[in-house]
């Protein structure tokens, strides 16, 4: 039984998620397949850009996922997933939109698959044995559960999380422990925001977009409304903010003894 760290268990864990269908071999190797020099370009452009969540190498950051493990990097064929995903960003999860020229898009893309080929060479860890997530101690973790952790201000083991062990298990549950949007369809508790006009006007709705020069949100109605951010106020709140910000608390302990924990709620 080997206990795997949080940096690693954290970027095989989210980079698990949605795994669709993948493409062939021979496709892969027919669409994949990138100029050494386009390479080499997109390797300091995506550390610039992107390295700072998703790690100088695309193995996976404090706060992004491992890469070379997406199931959108996968299915990707020559930048038709990446490249939305980089320019839209994904605001739920914290990724901001990027806004780059279409030759600097693609050598991130080159740069991307690059990695992702090396990864799958013959050494490097893919997976988790389930025996790598019960090495916790569930008393600790539901100390930190109702102390330190503050989880116990937004959930219950008799409400929300009841039965929650015998409906995931292992890597699954380490996802939804660490990201609970993870593996769903639907998105849990939507962040929402309230933006005051200079007129005094105030709307409220879902959080639609947001990054730093725009606020965007859906109202009642469902008309989409966006407004320049220096020309309003706004209050967004998104309830799995507190899921985001643990991601930089846990320690190694911390998280094996929380997830432990959860084990124990059959």
Known sequence: MIRMSFALLLSIALGAVGRGQQPSASQQADTQSYPPAQIAAGQPLFSARCGFCHGRDTYGGESGPDLSRSALVTEDVRGNKIIPVIRDGRVDKGMPAISLPDRDMMAIVAF?????????????????????????????????????????????????????????????????????????????????????????????????????????????????????TNQVTFTVNNPLDAHSEQLGKYTDNDMHNVLAYLQTLR
């Open 112 to 228: 991307i698959h690059d990695q992702k080929k090396k990864s799958e060479s013959p050494g490097r860890r893919r997976n988790v044995d389930p025996t790598d997530l019960r090495t916790g101690n569930a008393d600790a973790g539901k100390a930190y559960f109702y102390g330190a952790g503050g989880c116990a201000r937004c959930h219950a083991p008799d409400g929300d999380l009841a039965g929650i062990a015998g409906r995931l298990e292992g890597l699954t549950l380490l996802q939804r422990m660490l990201d609970p949007a993870s593996g769903r369809r639907d998105r849990p508790h939507p962040a929402t925001v309230t933006v005051t006009t200079r007129t005094g006007e105030t709307i409220s709705g879902r959080l639609a977009y947001r990054d730093e020069f725009t606020i965007a949100l859906t109202d009642a109605s469902g008309w989409y409304r966006s407004w320049p």
